[in-house]
């Protein structure tokens, strides 16, 4: 067999998992003599002896190329640790998933890749940073990773997907499970036109405890991690650590200070995060890496197409007078909380309409000087 063949063959078997495979691949010169070894020698690479009769009796039972055949079936398509179109960033990682489970675009694993997660209940100002930042990563030739689950990851997907489709989903089961099931339409989407990724084998159920090893897979891939909306207790931080111990980069979007759903990420910044104003911000950060990064940043947002305003954010709009205005100011006419009114002028930020100025000013877009 070669070495992608048993690679295959252990995901198959129960109770092999990444550290069982990490003795046998460091133990052996070559991870094809495995079947042709002794149960005593898989036993003398420090295993007890009943698994290693386990590993040797089910690596001759399995058959790789009707295993190979049935996830055709399914159309999956198995990347292992072996092969060329293996990622290169998530190969440098500290534990490097032995086989990638792939539905949809696999061209898209050698482009560069950004990280955007964040809450399953973004505020809507939350939802359009997401997708806004799906889409113009897309737009600039790189790809949004994200986890398929509600809220900011399916933003982000479908912020990509308004666009070619530049996007992958690792998920937390087989790459043939939908979950959440709200999202089978985005996930038909995603299996044509971007890619879902898994490093569990086709028909694997979901279970929590699969969602941290699932996170490390969309930090490992990416150049950097942005943060969009986070409690202080969430599974993106989880994400943003792992970028971290990876050295890989990590950005937060700040939101109201009084906003639950922002405050997991503004400790990110308070512990050094970079700060992301505009989703263009990523697009500089990485411009180097991304092919259509210039066309992007010169073009920016057509005035004619920009996203439609709610009622409040249009009136605090229209409130605005000719040249700079404090925030002090606007919080005077908005009758609003500040909190929430930071929320409008993040959103009338974000859609282009107003532009932050020094000593926490703001004017509109056509009053400022360029």
């Known amino acids: 067999m070669e070495e992608r063949s048993v690679m295959l063959a252990l995901q198959e078997i129960k109770g ?55 996830y055709a079936r399914k159309r999956v398509r198995a990347i292992t640790i072996y092969d060329e179109d293996y ?14 489970y792939a539905i949809g675009r696999t061209e898209l694993l050698p482009l560069p890749c950004v990280a955007v997660v ?23 030739g790189g790809v949004a990773v ?15 997907l308004s666009g070619s489709g530049g996007t ?36 694997t159920r979901i279970s ?23 409690a202080v207790r969430s599974g993106s931080l989880i994400t943003a650590d792992q970028a971290l111990d990876e050295s890989r980069d ?25 700060i992301v104003i505009e989703p263009a911000d990523i697009i500089r950060e ?10 992007v940043l010169t073009a920016g947002p057509p005035r004619d197409k920009l996203p439609e305003l709610s009622e409040e954010e249009a009136r605090l709009l229209a409130s605005f007078p000719e040249g700079p205005v404090t925030l002090d100011t606007l919080l005077a006419k908005s009758q609003t909380n500040f909190g929430h009114l930071h929320e409008l002028l993040l959103n009338l930020v974000l859609t282009k309409r107003i532009k932050a100025l020094p000593g926490a000013a703001y004017a509109k877009i056509e009053d400022c000087t360029q």
Not at 208 to 230: K, Y
């Open 16 to 70: 092999v998992g990444w550290k069982t495979v990490l003795r046998l691949v460091s133990g052996l010169t070559r991870l094809s003599v495995l079947p042709s070894m002794s149960s005593e020698e898989i036993a003398g690479l420090g295993f007890p002896a009943s698994k290693a009769e386990m590993i040797l009796s089910s690596l001759r039972d399995i058959d790789t190329e009707k295993l190979e055949e049935e």
């Open 87 to 100: 990622p290169a960033l998530l190969k440098q990682t500290s534990q490097p998933p032995w086989v990638l």
């Open 118 to 140: 964040g809450t399953r209940t973004p505020t809507a100002y939350g939802t359009r940073v997401a997708e806004e930042l799906g889409k113009l990563l897309d737009q600039s």
């Open 146 to 160: 994200s986890g398929l689950a509600r809220g900011i990851d399916g933003a982000v997907h479908r912020g990509a």
């Open 168 to 203: 992958i989903a690792v998920v937390g089961g087989g790459p043939d499970v939908i979950y959440p099931p709200e999202h089978r339409a985005l996930y038909t989407e995603m299996a044509t036109r971007g890619l879902i990724l898994s490093e569990f084998p086709p028909g």
């Open 208 to 230: 929590p405890g699969l969602f941290p090893l699932r996170n490390r897979i969309i930090a490992g891939l990416s150049l950097g991690t942005v943060v969009v909306e986070a």
């Open 250 to 274: 990590v950005f937060a979007v700040p939101g109201p200070i009084s906003s639950p759903k922002s405050r997991g990420t503004h400790e990110l910044i308070r512990q050094g995060a970079r």
């Open 286 to 295: 990485y411009a180097a890496s991304f092919p259509s990064a210039g066309v």
